[in-house]
């Protein structure tokens, strides 16, 4: 190759790096996706809700609607469903959901004590939750602010037989200030803390009359 053929070849080598670094540095960046919480704040205790703080109620499992069980918010519009844009869950809606169920238990006054699996031998009942609707449904169009629905299957069992002794469905719903994904966490937080106070009250008398023992006469 001549002096001049060199040249010209590491030109021509130079200007395609220049052209395609210019063009990688055209290329649109990712907009960051905002990660979300629900359940930070305290759930209100409903007044019927006044059992002895000694009792204790064992977490059992928590299963979960399977489209809702990740980290990305679920929206319904009829009978399409798809995951908001541009935010997420901080953790999986389970995790989530797990960690705000525990706390509204200890923060509710009077409430019984909820502990995990570990705790079962310390237990007068054990609490499983089916998690049947985790979403914020667009009833009035996609461009219209949504409504949150959380719909809940509970049931206690006795610790040592566990023979069911009540279930019942809980459901909450929560309309967002507006059509923000801000807004539609706080919807999401103002349905599970409605949810968390009835499920408190209710788990609570029945571990109450778990505590009490039989009359003899």
């Not at 399409?80 to 997420?88: Q, V």
């Not at 037989?161 to 937080?189: H, L, S």
């Amino acid at each position: 190759m001549t002096l001049n053929g060199s040249f010209a070849k590491a030109a021509l080598t130079a200007a395609l790096c220049v052209a395609l670094g210019g063009c990688v540095s055209l290329l649109p960046k990712a907009k960051p996706v905002q990660l979300y919480r629900f359940g930070a704040a305290t759930a209100p205790v409903s007044e019927a809700a006044a059992p002895a703080p000694a009792l204790t109620i064992a977490r059992g499992n928590i299963d979960f609607d399977s489209a809702a069980a990740t980290d990305r918010i679920l929206t319904v519009a009829g009978s399409d469903a798809a995951y908001i844009a541009g935010g997420r869950w901080v953790s999986p809606a389970p995790v989530l959901f797990q960690e705000a169920l525990m706390r509204a238990f200890q923060a509710a006054p009077g409430a019984p004590r909820l502990v995990d699996r570990g705790g079962v031998s310390r237990a007068s009942l054990v609490l499983t939750l089916d998690v049947q609707a985790f979403e914020a449904r667009y009833d009035n169009g996609r461009g219209k602010a949504p409504q949150v629905a959380v719909q809940v299957h509970a049931v206690l069992v006795g610790r040592g037989d566990g023979k069911p002794v009540g279930e019942k469905i809980f459901t909450a719903t929560a309309r967002a200030g507006d059509n923000r994904i801000g807004a539609i966490v706080d919807a999401y937080d103002q349905a599970l803390g409605a949810l968390f106070a009835d499920l408190i009250g209710w788990s609570g008398g029945f571990a109450s009359q778990a505590a009490t023992p039989a009359s003899t006469d």
